[in-house]
């Protein structure tokens, strides 16, 4: 049964517009929230965090949004650019472990 | 970036024969991971370490083993690798555990089982 979900396998978004890639989880004891970005023949690389006692974090174009009653979060990214194409993976924290969703593949067009 | 080294980087290998990846690091962090990468499921853990000699099995363990003799290697072997177990494998390396901070990858093993 999978605790980490990412239902939207592709986004496609304009240069400059806003990217929203969304995540829903099932495990109400996770309580750290992270978005990795992946390329091609690379590894993940960290992006940004959530702890579950906040509602929102931001790094320059990126915020995360948690909701807890909704058990969802969402990544927005403003303004979007061509090189924000890549595998955006959804993870949730439980205890040592960290559970990754299937991923979003955004790709930012000029 | 965090020393984190992935060794092959690319093997083909035939069904039932043993595999043995290496996973080295130069950061002295405490936890590190095993995951696959597979179309339709992302990053699945197969098992982790969180000190030396101290390993435990994730989602996706079966047919898997590992090794932590010390802090900076961690090894993963298929025992009689299976074409299921063709995969792109994922090392990665955490200061404490993950419930405040991030995970570094390495840039991935490409197994093929033929």
């Known amino acids: 049964d999978q605790q980490v979900k990412q239902n939207s396998p592709s986004l496609s978004v304009q240069e400059g517009r806003i990217s929203i890639l969304n995540c829903d989880y099932t495990n109400s004891m996770f309580d750290y929230f992270l978005w990795y970005k992946k390329y091609p023949a690379e590894g993940p690389t960290f992006l940004i965090s959530?702890?579950?006692?906040?509602d929102k974090n931001e790094d320059g174009r990126f915020t995360v949004f948690l909701n807890k009653s909704a058990k969802h979060l969402s990544l927005h990214i403003v303004p979007s650019q061509p090189g924000d194409s890549a595998v955006y993976f959804c993870?949730?924290?439980?205890?040592?472990?960290?559970?990754f969703g299937k991923g979003t593949k955004l790709t930012v067009n000029p | 970036d965090a020393g984190i080294t992935q060794s092959p980087r690319h093997k083909v290998t035939e069904t039932g024969t043993p595999v043995t990846l290496r996973c080295h690091q130069t950061e002295n962090h405490r936890y590190m991971y095993w995951y696959r990468q597979d179309p339709g499921h992302g990053l699945r853990l197969i098992h982790y370490?969180?000190?030396?000699?101290?390993?435990d099995k994730g989602e996706v363990s079966d047919g898997y083993s590992v090794s932590r003799s010390k802090t900076e290697d961690f090894l993963l072997t298929l025992e009689s690798a299976t074409s299921s177990q063709t995969s792109v494998y994922f090392c990665a390396i955490s200061e404490s555990n993950l419930m405040n901070t991030e995970a570094f990858f390495g840039q991935g093993t490409r197994l093929t089982v033929v």
């Open positions: 370490s969180y000190g030396v000699k101290d390993t």
């Open positions: 959530i702890s579950s006692i906040k």
């Open positions: 993870a949730a924290s439980e205890s040592e472990k960290l559970v």
